[in-house]
């Protein structure tokens, strides 16, 4: 059996990056960056004004107070978006609004609150400005031709506004990868239709499909199957415009469990069995060149399969460095008992303390109890040989992906 870090170092190398598309800015958020964006402007693109105020020459501001003001005469009002008409000159100044291009020959912006009406068509200013105050200079915040945003980078909102703010309409990404979902299973019903006796509702669809999406990923299909080698098979066949597969059960040793060898008929499988818990059966392989993941079928044990298997290999096809959840310490609030020879991972809260992280476990740990997911946002980590950890220990733990800690 494989442990966890050798499974996810063996997914890990046999996946790569996908192709990289334009895409509209919008649909590009979460994406990997594929090719740098280089300023083809300046920005700001003008010399403008971070404030309501007067554009003026700062002379003749000199020793202005609210005693001792300085009057000037207001030669023009440059709303944000009007090009200058006039140049200021000693005596002079402009009206002026935040964003406005600074008119020629004006070397500050006195701020409105710092000046009062006057005499007919002039200003009184009543503190004095040195040149450059409350003006943002041309390229201050990139020149034209610096590289803006470099390949790699994950687009959020704030990479996108700067894309927008240099021109862009597209942008080339990695583009998100698509996964196929077959739910397995005779005993299963969809939600919405009547219970049958022995029956019960599929919960994994909907929660893999949520996992799928949560990761960044996009879903190509999601199909349920019967415990049928024929019918596996060919759903598996039926996967081509996916870019990973994921099947949910049918993967253990039961008599109706189908996946594997329906995997070696039309694919083929690299590992079966993990040393974790919960989601000891777990097929990886290959069918027409993608990978594919076989989830055992427990609720809990698929959410957790694909937190540490599936969400790291889409990472790796979306582009991303960190593919890995990465772990942070918190201090255990209730003691958590643990036999090896398993890793185990434990549905849980953490939140932030005063003295860095507590986390609390859920009481229930059944791998088919899916109580034991809500509210959870982590997962604590016991160690293959470990013996347990009592409260107050310190303890490793990964956040889910999406859950927001
Ligand atoms: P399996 O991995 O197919 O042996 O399934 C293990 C357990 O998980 C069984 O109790 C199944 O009924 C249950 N199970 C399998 N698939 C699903 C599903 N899609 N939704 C809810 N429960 C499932
Ligand atoms: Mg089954």
């Not at 990404?173 to 009547?194: F, N």
């Amino acid at each position: 059996m494989l442990t966890v870090d050798e499974a996810q170092t063996l997914v890990l190398d046999s996946v790569s990056a996908l192709p990289a598309e334009r895409m509209p800015l919008l649909k590009a958020l979460g994406c990997v960056l594929a090719e740098p964006v280089v300023a083809p402007i300046p920005l700001p693109p003008f010399d403008n004004s971070a404030m309501d105020g007067f554009a003026v020459i700062a002379e003749d501001t000199r020793g202005a107070t609210p005693e001792t003001p300085r009057a000037l005469k207001v030669i023009e009002e440059l709303p944000a978006g009007r090009a200058p008409q006039c140049r200021v000159q000693p005596g002079t100044a402009a009206r002026i609004m935040t964003g406005a291009p600074v008119p020629a020959g004006a070397e500050a912006v006195v701020m409105v609150e710092h000046t009062r009406p006057g005499l007919p068509g002039e200003v009184e200013v009543l503190a004095a400005a040195e040149a450059g105050d409350n003006i943002r200079p041309c390229g201050e915040d990139i020149a034209a031709g610096e590289v803006a945003l470099a390949a790699g980078l994950v687009l959020g909102p704030g990479e996108l506004g700067l894309a927008a703010a240099l021109g862009s309409t597209q942008v080339a990404v990695i583009r998100p990868p698509r996964a196929a979902i077959v739910t397995t299973g005779s005993e299963l019903v969809a939600p919405g239709e009547k219970l049958r006796p022995g029956a019960i509702y599929n919960s994994n669809q909907v929660a893999i499909a949520g996992s799928v999406l949560a990761a960044g990923a996009e879903i190509s299909c999601c199909r349920h199957v019967a415990d049928d080698e024929a019918a596996v098979a060919e759903a598996l066949a039926e996967c081509g415009d996916a870019d990973l597969i994921i099947t949910v059960g049918g993967v253990s040793v039961g008599d109706y469990d189908f996946v594997k060898t329906a995997l070696q008929r039309v694919g083929e499988i690299k590992f079966w069995r993990l040393l974790m818990k919960p989601g000891k059966p777990l097929a990886f392989g290959h069918v027409a060149g993608r990978p594919l993941f076989g989830l055992p079928g427990n609720p809990v044990s698929a959410l957790v399969t694909f937190e540490l298997l599936v969400a790291p290999a889409l990472r790796k096809l979306a582009g991303r460095c960190q593919c890995l959840p990465v772990a942070i310490r918190a201090r255990l609030l209730s003691d958590l008992s643990h036999k090896p020879p398993r890793r185990e991972y434990v549905q849980a809260l953490t939140r932030r303390a005063d003295d860095g992280y507590v986390v609390q476990p859920h009481a229930k740990r059944g791998s088919a109890m899916l109580t034991s997911t809500v509210g959870a946002n982590s997962l604590v980590v016991l160690a293959e040989e470990s013996r347990g950890a009592r409260a107050g220990d310190l303890v490793e733990v990964i956040p889910l992906a999406g859950a927001g800690l």
